[in-house]
């Protein structure tokens, strides 16, 4: 089965500074991957997706995710953060369907906490 | 987030009681989803339906019904749940074939007294 790993449960930046949000893939085949949002007591908010084409893949809010086959990951990336992209971050990949679909399998979620 | 709706928003409800969550997606799509998110736990896929038709139900208790009369609407029945069923139950469309990735509605809060 396709699965994903966030190994950090929480990651805390300064507002102005770069983020990173780590998030490795396991897959067979082609990875499908994205990058969600969630807000408190808010559903998920898609903010991008990697599929074919260029490694480095821009989303809404300014934030980008670069794909990297060789080291399995594909992280979420911001040049300056701000205080307001304070949330939980979802990193998912296509899962195969067994009976068609957009099946996604998430990882467990990366808090992100942008201080002044 | 207009794109999926759900209502309610919140509810409580006793273990002996039967209540339905509702869902409709206004994207035109003919996938719809719903997940289960509890604290400290990954987000559980629940069911999938493609073009109305169950494709997916990941070993969810009976006391869970889903529903799916059309492609904008989905409904999950709930009937004597538990305290440990209390979670956010958030549901989520998509368009087979295109793009591959979901929408979310805002999630209905539920508390199983």
């Known amino acids: 089965a396709q699965s994903v790993a966030q190994p950090e449960d929480q990651v805390n930046v300064a507002e102005g500074n770069p983020l990173t949000v780590k998030c490795t893939y396991s897959?067979?085949?082609?990875?499908?991957l994205f990058w969600y949002v969630q807000y408190p007591n808010r559903g998920l908010q898609f903010l991008l997706k990697?599929?074919?084409?260029?490694?480095l893949v821009k989303g809404s809010y300014g934030f980008e995710a670069e794909f990297n086959k060789s080291q399995t990951s594909f992280h979420l990336k911001k040049p300056s953060a701000l205080v307001s992209d304070s949330a939980l971050y979802f990193c998912a990949v296509r899962d195969i369907p067994t009976g068609g679909g957009n099946k996604l399998t998430f990882g467990t979620g990366t808090q992100l906490k942008v201080e002044l | 987030e207009t794109g999926v709706t759900q209502t309610p928003r919140h509810l409580v409800m006793g273990m002996t009681n039967k209540k339905s969550l509702k869902c409709e997606q206004h994207l035109g799509h003919n996938a719809m989803y719903w997940y289960k998110q509890s604290a400290k736990k990954p987000l559980e896929l629940m069911f999938v339906y493609n073009f109305k038709e169950q494709t997916e139900n990941n070993s969810v208790p009976s006391r869970f019904s889903p529903e799916c009369p059309n492609s904008s609407h989905l409904f999950l029945h709930l009937h004597t749940l538990q305290p440990e069923d209390s979670a956010l139950y958030l549901c989520a469309s998509s368009q087979v074939g295109q793009g591959y990735e979901q929408y979310f509605g805002p999630g209905t809060r539920l508390t199983v007294t």
């Open positions: 990697y599929i074919t084409g260029d490694n």
């Open positions: 897959v067979s085949g082609n990875p499908y």
